[in-house]
C-alpha cells in the first residue's frame, strides 16, 4: 500500500471520501464501496457517438433545445455562421456541434458534438460541497439547484468545461449542463438529441452495449478508425463514448486527461485532513509541555544560583550579581531582580538574627 | 477628491485625509454592490464559463487567507511555544487576523450566486468529498475562534471582567484548535487546485500543492505582522505601551529570522517540486519566467534580505523584505489561480478583472482598514488595559 492509497483509505474511513461512488454505492445497496469499484456501470445508459457520421446539421442543438425548455438561440440553428468559431456549452446551449478544419486537406470538414459526458465519477459532483450533483445509476450526472450555493468550483473542476452559469441573473443564477434528458431515460427513451440524429451519429445503449458496438466498428474498420475508444477510460469512463477516423485532438478532445477519476487527485489530501486533526494536539500540547517545563528548570537553576551566590559571598556580591543582571539582555529581568532582592533580604535578615 | 484633502483636518476630526478617501470607497462600494445585486455578476465582472473564479478568489480569499496567517503563527509563537517576548504583538496580529476572515466571508458573499445559502455545507448537506467543504467549515471554526480570541479586547474595552476573564482561561486551548484549523485548511486552500489537473500548468500543478501553500502561509503570516506593525507605528504610536514599543525589537528580529528560514526551506521543497516532476523545459517559457521570478525574486531574494536584515540588525531592511515578501505571496496566489489555470486556453479566452470587480475588492480592503481603525483606536490592543494588566 503506497502513501496514497494509505491516505485515501484513511479518507474513506474517516470522511467517506468514496465520494460520487459513495452515491451510487448507497443506490446500488452496496455499502463500504471505493470509487474503484464502479466497474464501468455496465448497465447505464450510454450513448456512441461517431464522428465519422456527423455532418453538422445542428438538429440535435435544435432539440435539446426544445426538450429542456431553453431559451432562444442568438442565432438560429440552421446557420452554418456559427461554425466559424469554436463553440462551448453556455447556460442557453446544453448541447452543440462544433466544425473541425480538415485535416489532412480535402478530406472533408469534421464535426463533433458536445454536451456533459457523463463521467462514472464525476468532478463536479466530487467538488460539489453541497452534493449538488450525482450520479445516477441511469447514467446521468444530475444537479439539484435547491441547494446549489453558486461556488462554481465544479465549473473549476470539469475536465471537459461543460457546466456553464447564469452570471446575468442577479438572484437565484444557476449551474446549467446536459441532463441527459433524464426525464426521457427513466420512461427508457433516448435523449431528445439522439432521436432527432438523421444520419445516426448516436448510438444509445447501455454502457456495456455501447462499448460493445464500438470495438466492433473499429474492428471491422481498422483503417478507417483510431484504435481508441474516447470515454471507456478518459477521467475514470464517461457514460458518452467516442470514436473517430482522425486524432481526437484534431476534434478538440484532450488525449492527455489521464484514466484517474477526478476524486483520484483529491482523496489524498482529505484523507490527511483526519491524521492532521488527531495527531497536530499532540504535537502542539508537547511543544507546549516542553516549553513549561524549561522555563520551570530556568527559574530553579536560577534560584538556586542566586542564593548560593549570596549564602558563599555575602549581600555585597549579590548586590553586584543583581546590577549585573539589571544590565545584561535576560529576558526574564524583573523576575531575577525580584528573586536577587528576596535573597537579600533573607541574608540580611540572618546576618541581623546571628548578630543578636 | 483632492479638494477634500485640503480642508483644515485640526477644527473638525472627521474631515481626515483617510476618512474622504475611505469614504469615498464606501460610497464607490455601496453603488457597486447595488450594481452587483441588480445586475448579477456579469455586471460587475469579466467571469465567464472558462473562468467562474477571477480576483474575488485570488486576492479576496486566496491572499486574505494567506496574509492572515500571523493569526495563528504568532498566538503559536508566545502561548504554545513560550516564546513569551512576542505578547504584545498576539492583540494586533489576532486583530488582523480576525479582520481578514470577517472580510473573506464577506467578499464571499458577493461571489458566490446564492450567498444567504453560504451556510448550506455545513448545515443543509455536506459535501464531504469536496475539498471545498473542508474549506468552508474549517474557515467557519477559525472565523469563531478568532472571534473568541479578539473578543478580551472588547469585553475589556467596556469592561465586562468576568466573561473576559472565562476567555483569557481558555487562550492556550484556542490557540492550539487555531493551529489546527490553519493547517488544514490553508493546505486545502492549496488542494482546490488538486482536482484540475489538466488545467492547470505543470510548474504549479503539484500533488504537494496542500504543502506549499500551508509552508507558504506561514511566512505571509510572520512578514503581514512585520508589515502591519510598521504601519502600526506609524499611526499608533502614541497608543503603545512600554511592552509593546519594547516586544516590537524581538517580533521583527525574530519573525525575520524565522521568516528566512521558512522560506528557505519553502524554496528548496518548491525547488524539489520542479526536480521529481523533471519540468526543467517549461522554465525557458513565459510560464517558466513567471515562476522564475516568483521562486527567485519573491522567496529567495526576500529570504536572504530577512537573513541579512537580522545580521545586520537592520529594521528598515527587514520592513521592506516584508513589503516584498507580501507581494511575493499575492504574486504566487495569482500565478496559481490565474495565470497557470487554464494555460493551455488560447489568449483571446484569457481572463483579466473588470474595474468594478477591482472596486469592490478595494471597497472590502478598505472595510477592514476602516475596522481595524475604529478597534485600534479605542480598544486594548497595543497597549494592555490598566485594569487588567498582566493577567493573561
Given amino acids: 500500500m503506497n502513501r496514497r492509497k494509505f491516505l485515501g483509505a484513511m479518507g474513506v474511513a474517516g470522511l467517506g471520501v468514496a465520494g460520487a461512488g459513495k452515491v451510487l454505492a448507497e443506490e446500488d445497496g452496496v455499502t463500504g464501496a471505493s470509487v474503484k469499484d464502479v466497474k464501468g456501470l455496465p448497465d447505464s445508459y450510454a450513448v456512441l457517438f461517431d464522428v465519422t457520421r456527423c455532418i453538422g446539421c445542428r438538429q440535435c442543438e435544435d432539440a435539446c433545445n426544445y426538450e429542456n425548455r431553453l431559451p432562444e438561440p442568438d442565432v438560429d440553428f440552421y446557420d452554418t455562421g456559427v461554425f466559424e468559431e469554436t463553440r462551448r456549452t453556455d447556460w442557453k446551449t446544453y448541447t452543440l456541434v462544433n466544425q473541425y478544419d480538415d485535416k489532412p486537406p480535402g478530406a472533408g470538414d469534421l464535426y463533433r458534438k458536445i454536451q456533459c459526458m457523463h463521467c462514472l465519477e464525476p468532478a463536479c459532483a466530487h467538488s460539489c460541497f453541497v452534493k449538488a450533483f450525482a450520479k445516477r445509476p441511469d447514467g446521468a450526472v444530475t444537479y439539484d439547484p435547491r441547494v446549489c450555493v453558486g461556488c462554481r468550483y465544479c465549473m473549476m473542476a470539469c475536465p471537459f468545461n461543460i457546466p456553464a452559469y447564469e452570471y446575468h441573473i442577479a438572484l437565484d443564477p444557476l449551474v446549467t449542463k446536459c441532463t441527459f434528458c433524464e426525464h426521457r431515460l427513466k420512461e427508457g427513451r433516448e435523449p431528445a438529441c439522439v432521436e432527432i440524429c438523421p444520419t445516426g451519429t448516436m448510438y444509445f445503449n447501455t454502457r456495456e452495449e455501447v462499448l460493445k458496438e464500438a470495438r466492433k466498428r473499429i474492428v471491422n474498420n481498422p483503417d478507417k478508425y483510431q484504435s481508441h475508444i474516447y470515454g471507456e477510460h478518459e477521467m475514470g469512463g464517461t457514460n458518452w463514448i467516442y470514436i473517430s477516423a482522425e486524432p481526437f485532438e484534431d476534434v478538440g478532445m484532450r488525449m492527455d486527461l489521464g484514466t484517474r477519476a477526478a476524486g483520484d487527485y483529491t482523496s489524498g489530501a482529505l484523507g490527511g485532513v483526519p491524521l492532521i486533526a488527531s495527531f497536530w494536539p499532540v504535537l502542539l500540547v508537547g511543544a507546549y509541555a516542553i516549553s513549561k517545563r524549561r522555563e520551570k528548570v530556568a527559574k530553579e537553576e536560577r534560584d538556586s544560583f542566586v542564593s548560593q551566590v549570596i549564602a558563599e559571598a555575602g549581600p555585597e556580591v549579590g548586590r553586584k550579581l543583581a546590577e549585573r543582571l539589571s544590565k545584561s539582555e535576560t529576558l526574564d529581568k524583573a523576575a531575577i531582580e525580584e528573586e536577587v532582592r528576596k535573597a537579600l533580604n533573607e541574608a540580611a535578615a540572618k546576618t541581623e538574627r546571628e548578630d543578636h | ?392
Fill in chain 2, 1 to 392: 477628491m483632492s479638494n477634500h484633502n485640503h480642508h483644515d483636518t485640526g477644527k473638525s476630526p472627521w474631515i481626515t485625509p483617510f476618512n474622504v478617501i475611505a469614504g469615498l470607497i464606501v460610497l464607490m462600494g455601496i453603488y457597486l454592490t447595488y450594481l452587483r445585486f441588480t445586475g448579477g455578476l456579469a455586471a460587475v465582472t469579466n467571469l465567464d464559463d472558462y473562468y467562474p473564479w477571477g480576483i474575488w478568489i485570488s486576492f479576496d480569499l486566496l491572499c486574505g487567507v494567506a496574509l492572515a496567517a500571523g493569526g495563528y503563527t504568532t498566538a503559536a509563537a508566545c502561548y504554545v511555544f513560550g516564546i513569551k517576548k512576542y505578547h504584545a504583538a498576539v492583540r494586533p496580529a489576532v486583530l488582523t487576523a480576525f479582520l481578514g476572515y470577517a472580510l473573506v466571508v464577506f467578499a464571499l458573499h458577493y461571489d458566490v450566486g446564492q450567498p444567504w445559502r453560504l451556510a448550506y455545507p455545513i448545515f443543509v448537506q455536506q459535501g464531504t468529498t469536496s475539498v471545498l467543504f473542508e474549506v468552508g467549515l474549517c474557515v467557519f471554526l477559525y472565523l469563531t475562534v478568532l472571534f473568541l480570541e479578539w473578543l478580551p479586547a472588547p469585553l475589556e474595552w467596556l469592561r465586562l471582567k468576568r466573561v473576559r476573564n472565562i476567555l483569557i482561561k481558555l487562550t492556550l486551548v484556542l490557540t492550539i484548535f487555531g493551529v489546527i484549523l490553519s493547517t488544514m485548511h490553508q493546505s486545502s486552500l492549496g488542494a482546490l487546485y488538486l482536482i484540475l489537473p489538466s488545467k492547470m500548468h505543470p510548474l504549479w500543478y503539484s500533488t504537494h500543492l496542500p504543502v506549499y501553500f500551508f509552508v507558504s502561509s506561514m511566512f505571509a503570516g510572520l512578514s503581514m505582522v512585520i508589515f502591519e506593525s510598521t504601519l502600526s507605528h506609524r499611526y499608533y504610536h502614541n497608543k503603545m505601551d512600554k511592552e509593546h514599543l519594547e516586544g516590537t525589537p524581538h517580533v521583527t528580529f525574530g519573525f525575520a529570522k524565522a521568516a528566512a528560514w521558512i522560506m528557505a526551506g519553502y524554496f528548496f521543497i518548491k525547488f524539489f517540486g520542479v526536480v521529481l516532476n523533471a519540468n526543467w523545459g517549461y522554465l525557458p517559457t513565459f510560464y517558466g519566467f513567471m515562476f522564475s521570478l516568483e521562486m527567485l525574486g519573491f522567496v529567495a531574494l526576500p529570504a536572504f534580505l530577512y537573513a541579512k536584515g537580522v545580521r545586520d540588525k537592520n529594521v528598515r531592511l527587514i520592513k521592506w523584505t516584508a513589503v516584498v515578501a507580501v507581494f511575493g505571496i499575492i504574486f504566487n496566489r495569482f500565478n496559481v489561480s490565474l495565470v497557470a489555470y487554464n494555460y493551455h486556453l488560447p489568449s483571446e479566452l484569457k481572463y483579466f478583472p473588470a474595474l468594478a470587480e477591482i472596486g469592490i475588492t478595494i471597497f472590502v480592503v478598505t472595510v477592514g482598514l476602516i475596522l481595524f481603525k475604529f478597534i485600534g483606536t479605542r480598544m486594548p490592543i497595543f497597549y494592555e488595559h490598566p485594569e487588567f494588566k498582566g493577567s493573561h
